[in-house]
């Protein structure tokens, strides 16, 4: 089994599209540990409504680029996700592979470790949470020290992660 991490971004009905996905990723790995989830503001489109962000640890067998398209493309479709020309469209749910071991890849379908960990505090600041002493695998820079240089407008929503984990717990027994 391999440690990975997801991120998971939903803007359309966030709280049951977060929620689903987690539900659904159940039944294909085992989750291992769930961040904060965290408001944010969807950037460069102050139209749209805010983000819900968190990153979740699993465990898997499945190699990394089935896992996307087989697994967290799936989930995706199955919670109403269309994929347009449109990369910054509102969404019900957005699933990525960001880490996947101490794997290193970069093919036209997957980048490993997901770049946006670099660029993006709401998906840095959650993987510290998790995993706080990483290494990002290629870069040899400490998560620790990204997050904290990481800007972003983050609520975090403690109530709502609290529910999360209970109701995770509860499918402790299934696969989760």
């Known amino acids: ?4 991490y997801l991120s998971i971004g939903s803007n359309l009905e966030p709280a049951e599209n977060v929620r689903k996905a987690l539900l659904l990723l159940c039944t294909h790995v085992r989750i291992t540990g769930l961040s904060t989830v965290y408001r944010t503001p969807a950037e460069g489109r102050p139209e749209q409504p805010d983000y819900y962000n968190c990153v979740a640890g699993i465990e898997t067998d499945i190699p990394p680029l089935e896992f996307k398209l087989s697994v967290l493309r799936a989930i995706e479709g199955e919670l109403g996700r269309s994929r347009t020309d449109d990369r910054f469209a509102a969404r019900p749910i957005d699933l990525d ?14 980048e490993l470790p997901d ?5 993006r505090a709401f998906v840095a600041v959650p993987l510290q949470e998790l995993s706080p002493h990483l290494v990002l695998p290629g870069s040899g820079r400490r998560i620790g020290e990204v997050a904290a240089q990481s800007v972003g407008e983050m609520m ?3 109530g709502y992660t609290k529910q999360l984990r209970e109701e995770l717990r509860g499918h402790e027994h299934k696969t989760c």
């Open 1 to 4: 089994m391999v440690r990975a």
């Open 97 to 110: 592979l960001i880490l996947y071991g101490d794997m290193i890849m970069k093919t036209p379908d997957l």
């Open 115 to 119: 770049p946006q960990i670099l660029r």
């Open 156 to 158: 975090p929503l403690e």
